[in-house]
Structure formats: C-alpha cells, structure tokens
T-cell receptor
C-alpha cells in the first residue's frame, strides 16, 4: 500500500534557526513528489514538484530535495511568516489522472 | 489569474439534511479532484474528474456522496442525509493533467462543513 509519512509532527524554531522537515514514502514506482504549504483556514498552496532522485528545487528560504526513499524540505534562516503546515504528497496514477496521497504534515512555528 | 474557487466557504447543516458544495476550477484545467480534510485524518482523496467523466470514484466514503461536473468546468459535490462524521473541510483542486507526467494540483480555499 502506498504510504507517506512526515516527521516531525510539529516543529518550533527561533527566527534564523535552520532546520529540515522529512517526508518518507513507500510507493511502487515513484512518479513525482509534491510539497505544499497550508495556512490555517486555507487550501494547500503548491510549492515544489520533484520528479527524480537527486533533484533539488529552491524558492526563497526553502529547498526541497529527493532521494529514492525520502524527501527533505530545508528551511534556511526561517522567519515568522514561514509558520504554516507543510504537506508532502505523492501522485498515484488513476484513470488518466493523478490522485494525491498526502502525509499528515509538519506544523512549523517560527518565533521571534 | 483566477484560482480555484469554492462555495460556500462555510456550511452548517442539521443531521439528515442534504448539502451541495460547489467548485469552480482554473479555466482550461481538464482534471478536477475533490479531497476531504478532517482532524486526525489528513487529506483524503474522494473523486477525480477528467472532463465531465469520473474515472475514479474510489474515495467516496458511502453512497450518500455523489459528484458531477458539467461543461468540463464547474463541479458539485452532494452529500445526502448528512451525518456528524461528514463534518470536515472539503477541498477541490484542478490540474492540467495533460499526459502521463503528474502535474501540480491547485487547491481552492475549501468548504468547511459542520453537521449538527
């Protein structure tokens, strides 16, 4: 069964304190991995797609990396506005489309 | 440009009533997905539309749930005889999904459904 596990469940950082969030997966034939950010009361906001092991993508203070078993979201010198829940998801092919299997997310809180 | 929109943003209903939730996808996106997000369960897939057809309905939790899409655009998720366990945030996403490669899905703000 396809599974996505995220750790830690919650993370508290001081402003400027870099860290990494983990997303591990068991999927037969990985076809990509998505990272989303979700603010309270809002829908998930797309951040990155990674398609193959070794791939990296960056956006401002965020960098996502992918290996054959897991993905990391590195946050460098975070600011309070980076506080959100970060979700990873893998696409599962279905009838011509791709339904997403999500992890339960990492709730990040960045404090001054 | 305009993103995915959903209405209503909040819906409170009494147990046993029917509800309709609406999704307007990004113009030109052929694929549309419904997900449900509840406390402790995370985001769960409900149904997928390609155009007006639904090739995958496997995530619908019971036959009280149905969905349709018209004109390759707007979709409606209907829940009949609502139960308290239906309380959740219902999210809609759309995607180009033009071929075998998975495209990112863009989510709407969701409809928060509360069944009393």
């Amino acid at each position: 069964e396809d599974q996505v596990t995220q750790s830690p469940e919650a993370l508290r950082l001081q402003e400027g304190e870099s860290s990494s969030l983990n997303c591990s997966y068991t999927v037969s034939g990985l076809r990509g991995l998505f990272w989303y950010r979700q603010d309270p009361g809002k829908g998930p906001e797309f951040l990155f797609t990674l398609y193959s092991a070794g791939e990296e993508k960056e956006k401002e203070r965020l960098k996502a990396t992918l290996t054959k078993k897991e993905s990391f979201l590195h946050i460098t010198a975070p600011k309070p506005e980076d506080s959100a829940t970060y979700l990873c998801a893998v696409p599962i092919l279905t009838g011509g489309g791709n339904k997403l299997t999500f992890g339960t997310g990492t709730q990040l809180k960045v404090e001054l | 440009g305009a993103g995915v929109s959903q209405s209503p943003s909040n819906k409170v209903t009494e147990k046993g009533k029917d509800v309709e939730l609406r999704c307007d996808p990004i113009s030109g996106h052929t694929a549309l997905y419904w997900y449900r997000q509840s406390l402790g369960q995370g985001l769960e897939f409900l149904i997928y539309f390609q155009g007006n057809s639904a090739p995958d309905k496997s995530g619908l939790p019971s036959d009280r749930f149905s969905a349709e899409r018209t004109g390759g655009s707007v979709s409606t998720l209907t829940i009949q005889r609502t139960q308290q366990e239906d309380s959740a945030v219902y999210l809609c996403a759309s995607s180009p999904d033009l071929g075998a490669s998975p495209y990112e899905q863009y989510f709407g703000p969701g409809t928060r459904l509360t069944v009393t």
